[in-house]
């Protein structure tokens, strides 16, 4: 079966139709006045025909090479297992809205969340189980998010939900509301479910914060989660 996400598996008869008809349409326009039965004149019909083929096929070799280019592109700011944006696609998303906030004044947040539990989950079913539930993650955190929201998937068990035209106690909100939904979770398979578990970290944004500013502030919030379940989990005596 063809590969529909490709770029050369759609299109390519509509743009084949349309090059047709304006090559067409040109060659009919330098044809008006050549006299039909002249020999100098069908020579150079000849030529004109043959100087438009050339030139069609060079237009759609052309066109084929932007659709693979942006493709290609858009496949590198991908992640291949989750279909999520990579860290350079939530980079390039970060950018854009950071570049927003400085020119409208709008205001956002950087969610990040890591699976906590991905090594065992890894060693107890394997590599494929660890990688359907980062899938059922994924599923599940573009069910939960606005369109404006980007989201990706960075390394291991961690995923970053890029939010924008928000406010810090509504980004507060959708992140215990996310985190309280996902801890409730148990991804199916093969016969077993799969708990999930998961902590979130969380930094905001204005007119004059950097990318890599608001990702070290989203990490240390992650981090200082961390070593406070783990001292509520093992309290000094």
Do not use: C
């Amino acid at each position: 079966m063809a590969d529909k996400s490709h770029p050369n598996a759609k299109g390519s008869k509509q743009t084949d139709s349309g090059h047709q008809a304006r090559m067409a349409e040109i060659l009919d326009r330098l044809m008006e006045g050549m006299a039909p039965d002249s020999p100098a004149d069908e020579t150079m019909r000849r030529m004109l025909e043959n100087a438009m083929a050339r030139a069609a096929r060079a237009e759609e070799a052309l066109e084929a090479a932007e659709r693979r280019l942006e493709w290609l592109e858009k496949r590198n700011i991908h992640d291949e297992v989750t279909g999520l944006l990579n860290r350079r696609g939530l980079r390039d998303a970060l950018r854009h809205d950071l570049s927003r906030a400085r020119r409208y004044g709008d205001t956002g947040a950087l969610m990040l969340m890591d699976v906590m539990q991905l090594d065992a989950i890894r060693d107890d079913h394997g590599g494929d189980a660890a990688n359907y539930v980062l899938t059922a993650i994924g599923n599940i955190l573009q069910t939960r998010f606005r369109e404006v929201d980007r989201i990706g998937w960075l390394e291991g068990g961690r995923f970053a939900i890029a939010m924008t035209l928000i406010g810090q106690e509504d980004a507060r909100k959708r992140a215990a509301m996310l985190k309280g939904y996902l801890d409730e979770v148990e991804v199916p398979w093969q016969g077993r479910y799969i708990p999930v578990k998961v902590r979130v970290g969380l930094a905001f944004y204005g007119q004059r914060d950097a990318v890599e500013d608001l990702l070290e502030r989203a990490e240390a919030e992650l981090e200082e989660r961390e070593q406070r379940i783990a001292r509520l989990s093992h309290p000094a005596e």
